[in-house]
């Protein structure tokens, strides 16, 4: 059984979560070739659809994500990824997890630290 | 800030994460309808893509899921949500959790218990 590439142009969802805390780091989307790739190597890698390639988890910034879990869901349309993650954080804007803000009253707060600086580990912007 | 719905034609997507075990549940889809109402409401609606209108998770099956906490990716176009989930089950299959099966040097394999026989619960098939 493959996962189902057809039912949504060729990309499936994938969810990357923190294989000992549990906390969902990402979210992104797999390619063929990437779903490939990354059962080959036991490293994470996703399709980038902004600039419509694919992508090395933590080709520029070192954080790269290995693999100990891999589930499908019903549909077999989307993953999730138990990961180990390498380097502290996930999102290129320096947190841990992409998931930095949560609603409020007040409106969305952080509610998680930064723990580096995107524009020392990538320059400008990177991933 | 509102989540971006122009970025992928109209809907964001959404994690339901269980708050207490931190279980990923299930993924899917939200138009800004959807969202508005999970937000007024407390209880999780969707967008469901196959049936092209608004999903109230549990409308047929009694398993909702009432909203602990909503957090939002850094690019505005997908949410986390921590859920309290009513009814032990995700999954229209029947298991406490979309994710279901986990890939083995044998091929996919089941690790979860079926909490429901979703013949009973929807006749045929349901949400």
New interface residues.
Partial sequence: ?RPDFERNGGLI?V?A?DAV????L??AFMSEEAFDET?RTGRVVYYSRSRMRIWRKGEESGHVQLVR???????RD?L?ILVEQVGLAA???G?RS??????TDD??KV?SERVFDPQVVYGKKGT
Avoid at 69 to 75: A, D, L
Avoid at 98 to 103: A, K, Q, T
């Fill in positions: 059984m969802r969810i979560q805390t549990y906390e969902v990402m979210d059962m879990s891999i589930r499908i869901n019903c549909n989307a999730l999102c290129h804007d947190y992409c998931y930095y803000r949560e609603i409106g969305w509610i």
